[in-house]
């Protein structure tokens, strides 16, 4: 298939480029900064996710789209960029209008997973106050969870051809590739030990099997351990 990776000098996007290529795919990677001079099995584009023009430039001939940017460089810079993720959502949409075949694969949040039927973990009481001890962020990372469920709101009210990745609650990079992991759809996937982990290898892996053999077609689904 021929797959473009936007965010794919990224740790997410980057394993997804390297999983695509290690499968024998043709793979536009999309960065907003400069791309590398390098020759390789890439084709490497620079374009800017929230504008719908340089997104629709790149559609023709992609068989999947994946989003997998980040709102920021760090925890603070994605912090005050998280309005990125709801405006990257609009801006794919509209230019997917000109290509509605274009599968789109977009890489979210965990946040907007269900613990419990209704109740998801950005809803939590004391949500905010846990995330310094849960996931080494401040509180304020609070805003990046919301707008990560803003995002995938905006992706269930269209009628385009996607799917939504929630990774589980940890998400390890560098980690291993196994090849292997759990499926789940709404609920946040637990081991016994009460962990809900995922590598980053084998998040690539289940975006590149989701890509091969779409199981989600206008669904979110999650993975883990």
Known sequence: MRIGVFGATGVIGGRIVREAVARGHEVTAISRSTPPAEPGPVTWRQAEISDPAAVTELLPGLDVLVNAIN????????????????????????????????????????????????????????????????????????????AHREALNLYRLSNRDWTYLSPSALLIPPGERTGRYRLGRNELLVRADGSSAISAEDLAVAVLDEAEHPRHVGLRFTVGY
Not at 110 to 131: C, K, N, T
Request: charged share 20%; glycine share 10%; proline share 8%.
């Open 71 to 146: 709102a920021g460089r760090d925890i603070d810079d994605t912090i005050r960029n998280a309005d990125a993720l709801p405006t990257a959502a609009r801006s794919l949409l509209c230019a997917l209008e000109s290509h509605p075949r274009t599968r789109l694969i977009v890489i979210g949040g965990a946040g907007s997973l269900e613990i419990s039927p209704g109740q998801q973990i950005a809803d939590l009481d004391g949500i905010a106050e846990s995330l310094p001890a849960d996931l080494g962020t401040p509180p304020e990372y609070l805003r990046v969870i919301h």
